[in-house]
């Protein structure tokens, strides 16, 4: 009777954990102050499920829900990566007159390193800081401001091509800012594109490619604390479990920021970032 309460609590603390992980997109809070967010506001201790390895396998979930909705472009830049590897080691890698899908993989390419040193530095040092809810509220209400704005921005077609070194820099700095709690990355960056008058169905890909490395960070972390703290490997299976409902919530939230930047309604996104932040605010004195 006891192994099968423990099953059921265990099931059921998954599943917060891996709604938690898929709506994250909303909130890219690192997941351990998330979780401990979320365990404040429910008053549920889910952070006792909290093995390394089944955060990485939540987290991967969401790396996987990115891959499956923009998988068809995925593919077109896998082949284009290969084409940009060519012409470097050939030495005719000229940017200008490269097609925009050999100038974004570069730039993804280029990313992935710089990003993953910077977020997992990042989670690391603020893993260790105590009562961080005043600043998860202090960066939700100023990030809202950034995406009321992104509404002000026209309808623009500027051809992607035209994409510059300078464009893909601050595209990818506004991904690093989404490092920040209660700040999105994806949001950040395509709102960067878009003040550089891009199509908004281009931006909001663009900064998803560019925000997959920040999301494969997060997961390196908790797979090396879990290396590092010789953690269970027995509930990896709840792990997997979790994945599969994380993977589930990501494509819906993937979905809903793709569809709120297209049709410049971020000001519904704004407004979900203000209740968080004045909810998070209030927890930073509770």
Not at 2 to 7: G, K, L, S, T, W
Not at 15 to 33: D, E, N, T
Not at 253 to 260: A, D, N, Q, R, S
């Amino acid at each position: 009777m006891a192994e099968a309460n423990y099953f059921v609590l265990q099931v059921i603390r998954i599943v917060v954990l891996g709604i938690a992980q898929g709506s994250g997109l909303f909130s890219p809070i690192p997941l351990q102050s998330r979780l401990s967010f979320l365990q404040k506001l429910i008053g549920i201790d889910i952070l006792a499920s909290a093995n390394p390895y089944v955060l990485f396998f939540l987290q991967m979930g969401t790396v996987f829900s990115v891959i499956f909705v923009f998988r068809k472009r995925i593919s077109e830049l896998l082949l284009a990566m290969r084409l940009v590897f060519m012409r470097i080691f050939r030495g005719e890698f000229v940017w200008v007159q490269a097609r925009t899908d050999q100038k974004i993989a570069l730039s993804v390419i280029v990313s992935i390193l710089p990003s993953i040193a910077v977020s997992l530095i990042f989670s690391f040092l603020y893993g260790e800081k105590e009562k961080p809810e005043l600043f998860w509220g202090i960066f939700f209400i100023l990030s809202a401001v950034i995406y009321f704005f992104s509404d002000r921005e026209k309808n623009s077609s500027r051809h992607t091509y035209k994409l510059s070194v300078m464009n893909a820099f601050f595209a990818w700095l506004g991904c690093i800012v989404g490092i920040v709690p209660g700040v999105s990355s994806p949001c950040v960056s395509a709102t960067v594109c878009i003040r550089n008058h891009f199509k908004r169905t281009f931006c909001v890909e663009y900064a998803f490619f560019l925000s997959v490395p920040l999301f494969l960070a997060d997961a390196i972390v908790s797979l090396i604390r879990g290396i590092v703290q010789n953690a269970d490997i027995a509930d990896i299976p709840y792990g997997l479990f979790g994945m599969v409902i994380s993977f589930g919530i990501g494509l819906v939230f993937v979905t809903i920021i793709k569809k709120l930047v297209e049709k410049r309604k971020m000001y519904i996104f704004a407004a979900i970032s203000v209740i968080f932040g004045l909810a998070s605010l209030v927890l930073s004195v509770v």
